[in-house]
């Protein structure tokens, strides 16, 4: 790269106890540079980028922004120097308009008065987000944005601070294909601008296509900086893992199989625009991928299956017995596991040691006249933690400090820790925000789980992964089932057709 770097980090290091996240870690973004950071969960990407947004502060090494050496003692030090951060879970208040959001703690006053000036406001948010070609009212409440409008409020904020830096953090992870090209149109807008693009992802294939370099970290230490138009993809997974992984090929075709009867039948299942009318069936040893747009009514579907939300009408049968499921409690007891779409706050207890969240839903087996069986509930971890290879120092690692693979695989071990083990596993997209490594494991574990005669149903907004691990497809668009594809059969041009017209 031409010039200096607009932000360079000399062998940084961070410790937390009983972890050394980043060890003599040196990473630089040029203006104008989308420099792309990739790793395994736990490779100290996180890390690194609180470190630049002030949230954390280095024990060891430099920075230095704009040819001066920095300390950021806070978020707001470094946001006031121009560095701003686009994160995964967005950080916006969704009762607020979407000007009041991008300029939330600067709102311009009247002059000499304590009073917003709201046209000048409007005025200002209403030609920030022209710049960006991002057609919406700046009067509109966020909250009732999609998602993918909602991180393009987010992107006007960072311009309405005049980053010299934007760091995008997972960014894709919940976004559609038109809202992903959306967002990638504006990044090269950035670009051209001059901004310096720090961009993190674990969707490889989307990064090599607009990456002017790639910074691989492993296990807290860097690896090696790649051209981007240089290297491949497998290139980049071997160092990530640090092995090569094998491609992620189909699971065997079932034509032909002798399934036998159904363990579930949905008839009917609907709920207002949501879910219309959906009917389906699940037979034991298969995986059911649903797949759909953002909005078409995948997690709204399972949520009613589970009995999280109650359906205007419909019927479930388990085991050709039809059964009324008033909520997760009934669900468990028909023999149901679920791993929801958020794992952080549906799906685990962050502050609570992995032992106690793998033994969730088993409290009736490993207790005695109402009081906890230390040496079972130990047992029962100890054997969840064997079995899915779930990486933890100990039982009583507290979960909020696990990998996101690892994290998923706590869930999956609560579910098959259950006495007796459930039959029906519903996943709501079981791979988001996990590495490639830990979503190979997760794919064997799904077929392992299939083979062994579990029933999936799997919910994904990952095309590959639904043609790959899927014995069959059911596409989705505005809450409807529109075909039903058999993996022998399965093709992305066939999935995106059915979900898109």
Request: proline residues 6%; positive net charge.
């Given at each position: 790269m031409e010039g200096n770097p607009i932000l360079k980090l000399d062998g940084i290091s961070k410790g937390f106890p009983g972890v050394q996240a980043l060890d003599d870690v040196s990473f630089d973004v040029f203006p104008g540079e989308i420099h792309v950071l990739v790793g395994e969960n736990g490779a100290g990407k996180s890390t690194l980028i609180k470190i630049v947004s002030g949230l954390y502060r280095n024990d060891r090494g430099t920075i230095a922004y704009d040819g001066k050496e920095v300390s950021f003692q806070n978020p707001m030090q470094s946001r006031s120097m121009g560095i701003s951060t686009v994160y995964q879970e967005l950080a916006?208040?969704?009762?607020?308009?979407?000007?009041?959001?991008?300029?939330?703690?600067?709102?311009?006053?009247?002059?000499?008065?304590?009073?917003?000036?709201?046209?000048?406001?409007?005025?200002?948010?209403?030609?920030?987000?022209?710049?960006?070609?991002?057609?919406?009212?700046?009067?509109?409440?966020?909250?009732?944005?999609?998602?993918?409008?909602?991180?393009m409020v987010e992107i006007a904020r960072a311009l309405s601070l005049s980053a010299k830096v934007v760091i995008f953090d997972e960014p894709t992870a919940v976004l559609t294909f038109e809202e992903s090209a959306k967002l990638f149109k504006t990044i090269e807008k950035l670009k051209e601008k001059g901004v310096g693009i720090i961009y993190i992802s674990h969707r490889l294939k989307e990064v090599l296509d607009m990456a002017d370099r790639i910074t691989v970290l492993r296990d807290g230490k860097f690896v090696k900086t790649l051209a981007g138009k240089d290297t491949t993809y497998n290139e980049v997974v071997r160092l990530m893992v640090g092995r090569d992984i094998e491609s992620d090929a189909r699971t065997e075709s079932k034509a032909g199989w002798d399934r036998g009867g159904p363990i579930l039948e949905v008839d009917g299942m609907s709920r207002g625009d949501a879910v219309k009318d959906v009917s389906f069936k699940l037979y034991p040893g298969e995986v059911v991928g649903f797949y759909g747009l953002v909005g078409s009514g995948r997690t709204e579907l399972v949520r009613l299956i589970f009995g999280l939300d109650k359906p205007d009408k419909g019927n479930i049968k388990i085991?050709?017995?039809?059964?009324?499921?008033?909520?997760?409690?009934?669900?468990?007891?028909?023999?149901?596991?679920?791993?929801?779409?958020?794992?952080?706050?549906?799906?685990?207890?962050?502050?609570?040691?992995?032992?106690?969240?793998i033994n969730l839903a088993n409290h009736q087996h490993i207790q005695r006249w109402g009081f906890i069986r230390p040496g079972v509930e130990k047992g029962v971890a100890e054997e969840g933690v064997k079995t899915l290879s779930i990486k933890t120092p100990t039982l009583q690692q507290l979960v909020e400090n696990l990998s996101g693979g690892n994290q998923q695989k706590v869930i999956i071990a609560r579910w098959l820790s259950r006495?007796?083990?459930?039959?029906i596993l519903i996943l709501d997209e079981p791979t988001r925000g996990v590495d490639v490594g830990a979503k190979a494991e997760i794919h064997r574990l799904i077929r392992n789980l299939a083979k062994e005669g579990l029933a999936v149903i799997m919910v994904s907004s990952d095309m590959p992964e639904v043609l790959s691990v899927s014995d069959r497809i059911m596409a989705m668009r505005e809450g409807e089932v529109v075909s039903e594809i058999p993996q022998e059969e399965a093709t992305e041009e066939k999935l995106i057709f059915s979900v898109t017209h």
């Open positions: 916006l208040a969704p009762y607020l308009s979407v000007a009041e959001n991008i300029y939330m703690g600067r709102l311009p006053s009247v002059a000499g008065k304590n009073f917003v000036d709201w046209k000048r406001l409007y005025a200002d948010a209403e030609a920030l987000l022209d710049e960006i070609e991002l057609k919406i009212d700046p009067r509109a409440m966020v909250g009732s944005l999609s998602v993918g409008y909602r991180q085991n050709g017995k039809e059964v009324s499921i008033k909520g997760a409690r009934d669900a468990i007891g028909y023999g149901f596991g679920f791993l929801p779409e958020d794992r952080r706050l549906h799906g685990l207890v962050l502050k609570m040691d992995v032992s106690k969240n006495t007796p083990k459930p039959g």
